[in-house]
């Protein structure tokens, strides 16, 4: 039997669930990039270039990720697929943050290779279906950077283990997986439970998750990604990320009121 305690912080979180996944979530968000595409090679490639750009203001990373879309031409699977070396140059003065144009260009390079001789991004994260998430996230990252690149470029896919809370990629994976009636996330990809995804961790969703004692652990990172992830599964073993819209919803918005 679940506790009274427990109950009133499932119904908590269920009401800010129902509150912050309204489809105007989407208009602010940069989410809003891969939603101006309907096929699904457009949308996976354009959520996850976004994803990789966003941290900072989110009106700046919709900003950058948009430039991005302008570089290949709002296709971007026929520009992931197609691009000659020549059309790289497009991407120069490309910046976001410390996100450059040398990183955009290996990133374009890096996503042909998948998308023409791996069977594209579902195939090479749902592979290693038997892994838990943080061995798959991190022979993704190696699969990669199978190819020539600059050290520097490396720091932009997170690698679990080595502890990072891989916060970007876990949201792009709650962006091709789970599914929701009000169409925020995507929910395109069949080979991936949403029981299977991690919290994309960040200083809000953390924050708020000490607040509601969902996370004891001071430090943001993998083990601390499993901590508050393993809780929410105790409200929603189908489905827990879909608190993520709960957790910031109230830490970016709502201010933890109840």
């Known amino acids: ?33 891969p939603h101006r595409f309907s096929a699904k ?8 270039l976004t994803a990789i750009i966003a941290w900072g203001q989110r009106k700046t990373i ?44 290996f990133f374009f390079t890096a996503l042909k290779d998948i998308y023409l001789n791996h069977g594209g991004l579902e195939k090479i994260f749902s592979n290693r279906s038997n892994s838990d998430m943080a061995n798959r996230l991190s022979q993704f990252k190696q699969e990669f950077f199978n190819q020539e690149h600059l050290k520097r470029t490396e720091k932009h896919v997170a ?13 792009f994976l709650r962006w091709m997986v789970r599914t929701n009636k009000e169409g925020i996330d995507f929910g395109l990809w ?16 953390s924050t708020v998750g ?8 001071k430090q943001n990172d993998w083990k ?6 393993d809780r929410l599964r105790t409200f929603d073993s189908k489905d827990p990320i879909k608190y993520d819209f709960a957790l910031f919803g109230m830490g970016a918005i709502g201010k933890y009121e109840s």
Do not use: C, W
């Not at 690698?159 to 949201?171: L, Y």
């Not at 069949?190 to 969703?205: A, G, Q």
């Open 1 to 33: 039997m679940k506790s009274k305690q427990h109950q009133e912080l499932f119904d908590l979180l269920e009401q800010k669930y129902l509150t912050f996944s309204q489809a105007d979530f989407i208009e602010n968000d940069p989410i809003l990039i």
């Open 62 to 105: 919709i900003n950058n990720a948009n430039r991005m879309m302008e570089i290949m031409d709002h296709s971007p699977a026929d520009f992931i697929r197609n691009h000659e070396e020549t059309d790289l140059k497009k991407t120069l003065g490309f910046v976001h943050r410390t996100f450059n144009a040398d990183d955009l260009m």
């Open 224 to 229: 601390a990604v499993v901590e508050i992830t």
């Open 190 to 205: 069949k080979s991936i439970s949403p029981s299977e995804l991690m919290l994309p961790l960040d200083i809000h969703t």
């Open 210 to 217: 000490r607040y509601l004692g969902l996370l004891t652990r």
């Open 41 to 48: 090679e457009d949308i996976e490639i354009a959520a996850f």
């Open 159 to 171: 690698d679990p283990m080595k502890g990072s809370t891989a916060k970007r990629i876990n949201m």
